[in-house]
């Protein structure tokens, strides 16, 4: 009996032996396809990720070169000006045609431009749609006037070189006073600390708090970027960069201030709200109504002649009137154009003041103090680029330096590359 349950036993054994055999081998096949599987999906994963790293730099060499290439646009259409405006001591303004906004190839969008920052150009650089703007950075009031010792270096610099003289006085004008270059610091500097206390009014900020702002902007100037104002105490998100709502955008001190001019603001180029600001020191109840009237001059038509042929005969031709808008052409214009600013200047262009009259010293010197802080010509463009999608990455800005004549190159002094945030779109240029 226990010899047959023992070969009952070996006999079943033996039979399912192969059965087992064959399910560890499935088993093991299926643990090494799941292996294959899960390595296959990481390599294709990580094939994925490469390619499209490579893609998004490939992407991102492109709008940088597209970038560079904006930048020489850029230099040619500022040299292209200073040519065709007549080269030295040329006035700049709006209807320049670095400021015109005129597209390039892509076409009539129908945008008019805006006189408030100069129109937007539109190109198409290789693969990469471009969107940028030349932007006069005199339009603004110079933050670092406040660095006394920083501007007086450099206006120390400027009086070296004969290519940076002042242009001379027109026929009738008396002859400008050659001050000292650190005398002449001095009046920026302390005009400078007016000018942002009423820029600081305009942004409904209590005086007695902007006075408080404007000692702690000194104390921390010369500044690299107008991002280090959110340090100061007082001087938040909303006030530094401005807001936007239903109603608009409401501008912040980044709109009104700039680290890159040359000390002074042009009136053929600066915003009302920077105009109001210059006119309040000499001016206090009717700077607006001033500044509203360099605007209405500036957008005013100007007769320009031009001949064409009438419909009487063919070899006459009379003359007609092709609108263009006010350039100033010198800051002594004003007196011209708006008699109530001649004081600005001492009124003696006029000749209706007597001896006694040219030696006021309160009312000549802070008017002639004003004057010092006007132009109309400018030196420091930046400019801003915005690649479009897909190459909506970052966008890029640089500042360039024009000389008095087109024989000076123009210098490329900035180059900054930001990142935008995911969506692009609150940093995309757009026509006010």
Same mark, same amino acid.
């Given at each position: 009996m226990g010899t047959e349950f023992a070969l009952v036993t070996f006999s079943v054994m033996k039979t399912q032996s192969p059965n087992l055999e064959r399910g560890i081998v499935l088993i093991i096949a299926l643990i090494v396809l799941a292996l294959l599987v899960v390595i296959s999906m990481q390599i294709s994963y990580t094939t994925t990720i490469d390619l499209k790293l490579v893609r998004n730099q490939g992407r991102e060499l492109k709008s940088y070169y597209a970038a560079r290439g904006v930048a020489t646009l850029a230099?040619?259409?500022?040299?292209?000006?200073?040519?065709?405006?007549?080269? %030295?001591?040329?006035?700049?303004? $709006?209807?320049?045609?670095?400021?015109?906004?005129?597209?390039?190839?892509?076409?009539?969008s129908g945008y008019e431009p805006e006189h408030d920052e100069g129109g937007i150009f539109r190109k198409?650089?290789?693969?990469?749609?471009?969107?940028? &703007?030349?932007?006069?950075?005199?339009?603004?009031?110079?933050?670092?006037?406040?660095?006394?010792?920083?501007? $007086?270096?450099?206006?120390?610099?400027?009086?070296?070189?004969?290519?940076?003289?002042?242009?001379? *006085?027109?026929e009738g004008e008396p002859p400008k006073e050659k001050l000292d270059p650190k005398a002449l610091a001095e009046?920026?500097?302390?005009?400078?600390?007016?000018?942002? &206390?009423?820029? %600081?009014?305009?942004?409904?900020?209590?005086?007695?708090?902007?006075e408080d702002l404007v000692r702690a902007m000194e104390d921390g100037a010369p500044y690299h970027a107008l991002a280090e104002l959110a340090s100061i105490d007082g001087i938040t998100s909303r006030l530094l960069h401005g807001h936007t709502d239903e109603f608009g955008h409401h501008p912040g001190l980044a709109d009104f201030l700039t680290l890159h001019s040359m000390g002074e603001v042009n009136i053929n180029t600066a915003s009302r709200e920077v105009l109001i600001a210059c006119l309040s020191a000499r001016f206090p109840?009717?700077?607006?109504? $001033?500044?509203?009237?360099?605007?209405? $001059?500036?957008?005013s038509p100007v007769a320009?002649?031009?001949?064409?042929?009438? =419909?009487?005969?063919?070899?006459?031709?009379?003359?007609?009137?092709?609108?263009?808008?006010?350039?100033?052409?010198?800051?002594?214009?004003?007196?011209?154009?708006?008699?109530?600013?001649? =004081?600005?200047?001492?009124? %003696?262009?006029?000749?209706?003041?007597?001896?006694?009259?040219?030696?006021? *010293?309160?009312? %000549?010197?802070e008017g002639e103090r004003l004057r010092r802080q006007l132009t109309v010509r400018s030196r420091l463009f930046s400019v801003r680029v915005i690649p479009g999608k897909p190459f909506l990455r970052k966008e890029y800005f640089f500042l360039l330096k024009r000389g008095l004549t087109p024989d000076i190159p123009i210098a490329l002094?900035?180059?900054?590359? &930001?990142?935008?945030?995911?969506?692009?779109?609150?940093?995309?240029?757009?026509?006010?």
């Amino acid at each position: 009996m226990g010899t047959e349950f023992a070969l009952v036993t070996f006999s079943v054994m033996k039979t399912q032996s192969p059965n087992l055999e064959r399910g560890i081998v499935l088993i093991i096949a299926l643990i090494v396809l799941a292996l294959l599987v899960v390595i296959s999906m990481q390599i294709s994963y990580t094939t994925t990720i490469d390619l499209k790293l490579v893609r998004n730099q490939g992407r991102e060499l492109k709008s940088y070169y597209a970038a560079r290439g904006v930048a020489t646009l850029a230099i040619a259409r500022l040299r292209e000006d200073l040519i065709e405006d007549g080269g %030295l001591f040329a006035p700049d303004s $709006y209807l320049d045609g670095w400021a015109s906004g005129e597209e390039s190839n892509e076409g009539d969008s129908g945008y008019e431009p805006e006189h408030d920052e100069g129109g937007i150009f539109r190109k198409t650089i290789g693969e990469v749609s471009i969107e940028y &703007r030349i932007v006069d950075e005199a339009r603004k009031i110079c933050l670092n006037n406040l660095a006394l010792e920083e501007l $007086y270096l450099a206006e120390s610099g400027q009086a070296q070189s004969p290519r940076e003289a002042e242009p001379p *006085p027109e026929e009738g004008e008396p002859p400008k006073e050659k001050l000292d270059p650190k005398a002449l610091a001095e009046e920026r500097k302390e005009m400078t600390r007016g000018f942002i &206390r009423e820029i %600081l009014l305009q942004l409904d900020v209590e005086p007695g708090e902007g006075e408080d702002l404007v000692r702690a902007m000194e104390d921390g100037a010369p500044y690299h970027a107008l991002a280090e104002l959110a340090s100061i105490d007082g001087i938040t998100s909303r006030l530094l960069h401005g807001h936007t709502d239903e109603f608009g955008h409401h501008p912040g001190l980044a709109d009104f201030l700039t680290l890159h001019s040359m000390g002074e603001v042009n009136i053929n180029t600066a915003s009302r709200e920077v105009l109001i600001a210059c006119l309040s020191a000499r001016f206090p109840s009717q700077a607006a109504e $001033y500044a509203d009237r360099i605007l209405d $001059y500036r957008a005013s038509p100007v007769a320009v002649p031009v001949e064409k042929p009438t =419909d009487e005969g063919e070899g006459e031709s009379q003359e007609s009137e092709v609108p263009r808008g006010g350039i100033f052409t010198s800051v002594d214009q004003l007196a011209r154009e708006i008699p109530e600013l001649a =004081d600005i200047f001492g009124s %003696l262009q006029a000749g209706s003041e007597t001896e006694e009259e040219r030696e006021g *010293p309160d009312l %000549l010197s802070e008017g002639e103090r004003l004057r010092r802080q006007l132009t109309v010509r400018s030196r420091l463009f930046s400019v801003r680029v915005i690649p479009g999608k897909p190459f909506l990455r970052k966008e890029y800005f640089f500042l360039l330096k024009r000389g008095l004549t087109p024989d000076i190159p123009i210098a490329l002094l900035l180059w900054e590359e &930001r990142e935008l945030p995911p969506s692009g779109a609150p940093n995309s240029i757009e026509a006010d």
